[in-house]
């Protein structure tokens, strides 16, 4: 297997930025990181990082759609495909497609393709969110109010989630009953609560039945009030859920984003994009499931205002998060990458750069720009 030594970078290591560290991959893997004045095998190509950053690649649990593509309409490889192509040049290396509320066949659609998106090896693909159709109505946001529907023991019996990747479902407690939410976490689902009008008490009883997290805090859940603490305070005090949150200062305000990094910290926050098509294309309108969505400022919007999805890219977000909490790189790191991968279950192999960890890897410069993506050791963007 050829070897590569990635030298003089600027590497987040152990939770620390440090300089003049060298990252040599084989094959797909990381197979060390080797400190200032070690010596390196002289036989090995070397690639001098002249100073950049090297940081773990991002892990994104929230993508509907770019380079044009909104995977409900096309929920196949090619669409997969088509995501991560426009992703990857801002630093993704780990995505879930994912599908808003729709037809259980689309749903059914969206999981085989990215069940034979991981078994063709497209880059990236770790897994699919489903997120809805069992939300609440009131809290659906763009989600077409005629596709949700109600979850049944029928339903989780008919069900399946991958099994060589992720299967995340948002859905909203109140609509169901603590058991169905054990029962799905039982299968093997990743159970976020999300789009919801649920009680404090209603999301406490879902976290003891499993739910792991929170679909884009703050944004389509029961706010925080001085007497009914709702969604948004359930998730912001429990300590083992993760929270996705859209750092794009449009979604959540820049104060509120800094609270939520108050209460949960860097490893309980996930960055996420919630893209939409226009991510990484020329597109400033698209058709989203019938509804005409403008984007301006890079805001989606449908045509009465609501906000559908983001124009937002995992390299903004880490810019935005750093810039709004005052956070350092290796926090806003553990956000866009360790976080997420603990959340998936994907530690082992993802989320920090360490010996026997896949080579997904961001080269990016001091405006915290993308030069180069590496998945599993190999280049997916080099440079415009
Ligand atoms: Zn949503």
Known sequence: MTSIAYTNGRVLNQGKVEDNLAIIVTGTQIEAVIEPGHAIA??????????????????????????GVLFNDSPDVAGIRAMGEAHYQFGTTGFLPTLISDELDVIRQGVSAVKEAINQGVPGVLGIHIEGPFLAHDRRGVHDAQKLQQLTHEIINALEPLRSGQ????LA??????????????????????????????????????????????NAMSQLTAREPGMVG???ESKNTWCGIIA??????????????RCKGPERLMLVTDAMPPVGSSQSEFSLLGKKVRVSDGVCRDPDGTLAGTALDMASAVRNIIEDTGCSI??????????????????ADRGTIEAGKRADLVII??????????????????GK
Do not use: W
């Open 248 to 261: 794009d200062n449009h979604h959540v305000s820049p104060v509120s984003l800094k609270l939520a990094y």
């Open 365 to 382: 410069n001091e405006k915290l720009e993308v030069l180069t993506t590496l998945i599993g050791g190999k280049v997916v963007f080099a």
């Open 167 to 170: 299967t995340l479902l948002t």
């Open 42 to 67: 002289e036989d090995i190509k070397t690639i001098d990082l002249e100073g950049n950053y090297v940081l773990p690649g991002f892990i994104d649990t929230q993508v509907n759609g770019g380079g």
């Open 234 to 236: 359930a998730a912001l």
């Open 330 to 347: 290796p926090e806003a790191s553990c956000m866009a990458s360790a976080s997420p991968a603990v959340f998936l279950g994907q530690q």
């Open 173 to 218: 407690p109140e609509t169901v009953s603590p058991d169905m939410i054990r029962s799905l976490t039982e299968k093997g689902f990743i159970v976020c609560g999300g789009h919801s009008n649920a009680r404090y008490e209603q999301v406490n009883a879902a976290i003891e039945n499993g739910l792991r997290g929170f679909t884009h805090l703050f």
